[in-house]
Every structure is written in structure tokens, then in C-alpha cells.
């Protein structure tokens, strides 16, 4: 019952999502040419950004107040996409919440005596039921308005709202798609148990999305968002899934009795690379989201395992104890050209990921025993050591944008989720329940 009731909520969930729409009846300018904005950002420098206007808005003198909670979700969002400064409100010269839409131009020429390079102005309103958040974004020294949006949803959707609104300011700004809007695929132990649960990036509105009272592990999105990817021990077998998150349409995609685990999508959707145990090693196949078109990769009796595929779709890297110890490869599509990338991280090498971009790869190592992440190049240059002296930190996963990496690590005694940006800086705690939550799976 408590998975039909999730499934349900899971379904509201995106019909209210697909009621959010994106109305301009705001922009005057042509936001095409916009973007390209005249601040030149280096890839270190930030965007100085001020957020104003979001006044109060009450529902009713018990409820929360709706208009503050929006300018701090902006914020938030804004400060975690890693490209910008946003100012203290305390800095500026006025009372931030007291700027309405159209009183912009006079706040313009004070922002950039203070050298704030863009400005957002928000106000959130009701009609009816519904809530309506209206956001420009401005250019400071140019005064030009950069982009309008009016956002339409049930009060429930107000997280996704902003979200949106924080994505398309990094769009305008950057040219770059923000993660303000992107989910987190995960496991959570719940009483003997090891559940999947989807929630925002920001660990908002968990939503349980197997309920078996099993053991479900490795969750993989699809490239398009839409279906997740995992395994399950539901029918006494580690049997590998496919769940439609539109549908909540499930589907067993591979049962040879033994091992399916440790799926991964390949950038066209089309196909999953994963492990199957065949009686003499675990040797990677790939298959269709049907499960149909099975077709084997390696051969041999060691363990293939964790694939994840480049960005081109041409090539895998995997982890492999073929050379003896768990050990980095890679290999081109078809199963041939396989090579050792990892040489300089001890013994134990494990949990690749190739980052979006395609230059870099992420992966965990083993010194001095303890589990740490690893960048290297893919031709096995340029390796870096993202985190250390904080117990064990493993199961890196990119975000879309490929600025952030999801993990897991157990530096405050039990599992849990934290994020850092892609050079190891600015580390801090996702996940804060008295649950152990891990193998983590950033969505596109």
C-alpha cells in the first residue's frame, strides 16, 4: 500500500510539475541576444549577484510565509550552482524585500557603484489556489533586462517554481544548463530493508520508488530523465529493472540466475552496459531497455564490473581484477582495445565514472586504508586526490553540468550523502536523517 500511495504521489507529483508553466508575458527585449552577456567570466571567477524584491505573502496568519521562502530557495540555488557571489542583503543600500518589479532601474546605478554585475527582482503572489512567481533578471552596468518569466503552480509546486527560475538565471548568465532542477536517485536502509528514493538536489521531497521490502541497489537515470535503472533482490535473484518514473511501469530487463547488477545507460538512451555473473566470472553485457538485444562485451573468469560510458558513446571504463587487484579500464564499445588506466592509487581502484564533459574521470582508490575519490584524464594523466583524512568517501556521481560530484561518505560515523564542487572544494552534508542513505545517482 505504502508503494501504491508513492507511485500515486509520484505521478501527482509530475502532473503538478507539467501544470508549472513558463508564460512570458514580461520580456521586452529580445532574450536570445542576451545571453551572451557582456560579464566576462573566467572559469574561477563568480558572478557578483544580488537577489531582491520577494516581499511577504501569507495564505493566512498561521501559515508560513511563502515570499520570504521563495527569495531564500532563489538564493540557495544561486549559491550552489558555484558560479556566483550573491551579495548579503545587508550590504546593499536598501531594504531588499522593499524593491518591486518596475522600481529596478532606480536600485541599477547604486548595484554597480558595489560592482554587483546582475540583479534579480522577485515577487510571489496568489490567484486562487494557485501561486504565481514572477522573476526578471537584469544586466547592471547595460540596466537591460536579461529575461522575464512567469511561473504558475499549486502552492506544493513552489520549490519546483524557484528551482526553475534559478536554472533559467544560469542559463542566461552562463549559457550553461543549471542544477537547480535536477533529482537525486538513491538507497536508503529502512528497517532491514535497502529502498530507492528519488528527491531533489537539494534533498527535498523524497519520494519512495520501490517498496519491496527487499534489497535494491544501483540506480542509473536515463538520459532523458525518465526511467531509472537498477537492481533488485525482490524475487530472491539480483535481477536487473527498469522503472518508468511517468508511468511507475516496471520492468524486468534481465534475470540470468546469478548476478544483473551495476546498469549504465549509454548517452543515446539506447542500450545499458552492466554485470552478469555466467558461471565462470562477471564480464560486462550490454542490453536494451527491453531487454532485448543482448550482446557480450568481455570474457574471462575474472570480475568486470561498473561500467560507465563517455560522453561520445564510444568507449567504456570499468573496474577489473583481471591484472589481479581491482584495477580502472577502459575499452572501446565494441569490447575490444582494453587498457589499465589506474597505476598510482595503491591496490584498489574502483566505482568509475566519466564525467559529462568527457575529460576527466572520477573514481575511488584505496591509501592508507581508506577509501578516498580520484579525478584522472582518460589517457591516465592529471590524477588529482579530491578527498582525504575523513574516513571513507566513495560512489562519485557528476552532475549534468559536470561543476559538482555527488558521494558517499561515512566522515560523521554513518553513511550519507554529501556534495563538492569538481575540483574537491566546498564538501558539505546532503542527507541529514537518522537513515544511512549511499550509492547515489545524479539525474541529467
Sequence with gaps: MRLCRNMRLGRALFVFGLCVV????????????????????????KIAIAVVGFPPLKASPTTDDLGTRAGAILTDDLKSAGMFDVID?????????????????????????????????GKLSSRGSELILEGQLFEVVKGEMLSGKRYVGDPRTLRTMVHRLADEVVFRLTGEKGIASSRIAYVSSVNGAKEIYVMDYDAYNPLLITGNHSINLSPRWSPDGKKIAYTSYRDQNPDLFVIDLETGRRQKISSSPGL??????????????????????????LIRPDGAGLRQ??????????????????????????????????MDIEGTNVRRLTFGVGDYSVSPRWSPRGDKIAFVG??????????????????????????????????????????????NGSRHLYIMAADGSNQRRLTKSGQEHYLADWSP
Design 260 to 285: 544483473n547488477v551495476a546498469p549504465a545507460w549509454s548517452p543515446d538512451g539506447e542500450r545499458l552496459a552492466f554485470s552478469m555473473s555466467n558461471g565462470t566470472g562477471t564480464n560486462l553485457f
Design 89 to 121: 542583503p545587508s550590504f546593499l543600500p536598501i531594504e531588499a524585500a522593499r524593491v518591486e518589479i518596475g522600481q529596478e532601474k532606480g536600485l541599477l546605478p547604486a548595484l554597480n557603484s558595489l560592482k554587483v554585475q546582475a540583479v534579480v527582482v
Design 297 to 330: 562485451l568481455t570474457q574471462g573468469p575474472h570480475i568486470d564490473i561498473s561500467p560507465s560510458f563517455a560522453p561520445n558513446g564510444r568507449q567504456i571504463v570499468f573496474n577489473s581484477d583481471r591484472g589481479g587487484t581491482p584495477q580502472i579500464y577502459l
Design 22 to 45: 513558463a508564460i512570458p508575458p514580461l520580456p521586452v527585449v529580445s532574450a536570445e541576444e542576451k545571453y551572451t552577456v557582456d560579464i566576462v567570466r573566467k572559469e574561477a571567477q
Design 366 to 411: 584505496r591509501l592508507r586504508g581508506s577509501f578516498d575519490i580520484f579525478l584522472i584524464n582518460p589517457d591516465g594523466t592529471g590524477l588529482v586526490q579530491l578527498t582525504s583524512s575523513s574516513r571513507n568517501n566513495e560512489e562519485p556521481s557528476w552532475s549534468a553540468d559536470g561543476r559538482h560530484i555527488l558521494f558517499t561518505s561515512t566522515r
